[in-house]
């Protein structure tokens, strides 16, 4: 093995000199001289030939359609039956959530109702009971439109805490509520939040009116955390934000969207206003009745 490292002093005139370096190569004696080649870095997979394949690929099945198709046959609920049905009340009276509040231990006072509608602070005195009047049997977004296969097949569970007046409905939400496939819609988030607001809103202690229709939510802010997968029990939470609010026209409130398995997937505060619109429908409805 050898080593060469040459140093010379070139003159350049005027008696001014130069250092000059001269680096040669240093190899062994078992060296092969195709090791101190220059390396060419491995050559990417990702080329114009695997784009052409791939927009030919994608163009085909976007033409024929057959993952639409695939995905409308995953999630046909045409076939839903009884059966369906009543497995998922099953399901959801085995979530830990469910069992933990409807068996609530001494000292948590926790009231089960079983709908949307037909509920207000009454109610919390006598549960189960169901109202007869119109304000409460007029057709919504949750408890008629979407409550059908696919969409909000079982119905929503809502416990009440009358000592601390938080909230949690329990909902199933079905394939039709898509956005993206798989994934539930964030405006179908947006309303089961709203609703849940107001209902919220009408059962507190602390609110003027009983009536759900009452309450306008003047402010909702929404924070999206994880997607929202469908064909599963969401868990939504409400809760007084805002215990210092005197005036009972107006609460805040904050919720979150949790998975069944406990993921937060969504989280939201709102601020709700009681225009006293449907209480002042009600009474313009039986004066103009009486005259």
């Known amino acids: 093995m050898y080593k060469t490292n040459n140093r010379r002093l070139l003159g350049l005139g005027f008696g001014r000199k130069l250092t000059c370096f001269r680096q040669f190569a ?19 997979w990702f080329n114009w030939k695997t784009t052409a394949l791939f927009f030919v690929g994608g163009s085909y099945l976007a033409y024929n359609e057959t993952l639409f198709d695939l995905y409308s046959d995953y999630t046909d609920s045409s076939a839903d ?15 830990p959530i469910y069992e933990k509040l409807a068996y609530p231990k001494k000292g948590e006072n926790w009231v089960q109702m079983k709908s949307w509608e037909n509920l207000d602070k009454n109610v919390l005195e006598a549960p189960y009971k169901i109202k007869t009047e119109e304000e409460y049997s007029k057709p919504a977004l949750t408890n008629k439109i979407l ?10 569970v809502i416990f009440h805490n009358i000592d601390t007046d938080e909230g949690v409905t329990i909902v199933h939400v079905g394939y039709r509520l898509c956005g993206y496939p798989f994934l539930v819609h964030g405006g179908m988030l947006a309303t089961l939040l709203n609703e849940t607001f107001k209902r919220n809103a009408s059962l507190s202690s602390s609110t003027s009116s009983n009536i759900k229709g009452d309450f306008k939510v003047e402010n909702l802010s929404i924070s999206y955390r994880y997607p929202s997968l469908a064909n599963q029990f969401l868990i939504i939470k409400t809760r007084p934000s805002n ?13 979150v969207i949790l998975s069944q398995n406990g993921k937060t997937l969504v989280k939201s505060d709102a601020l709700l206003v009681d225009t006293g619109r449907e209480s002042n429908k009600i009474k313009a409805a039986k004066k103009k009745s009486w005259w």
């Open 26 to 44: 240093t190899r062994g004696e078992f060296d092969s001289p195709f090791d101190h080649l220059p390396k060419r870095a491995p050559k990417s």
């Open 81 to 95: 039956d009884q059966s369906t049905r009543l497995k998922l009340e099953y399901e959801l009276k085995n979530l």
């Open 147 to 156: 409550a059908q296969k696919g969409g909000i097949a079982v119905e929503p």
């Open 243 to 255: 215990n210092d609010n005197d005036d009972p026209k107006h609460i805040h409130l904050s919720g």
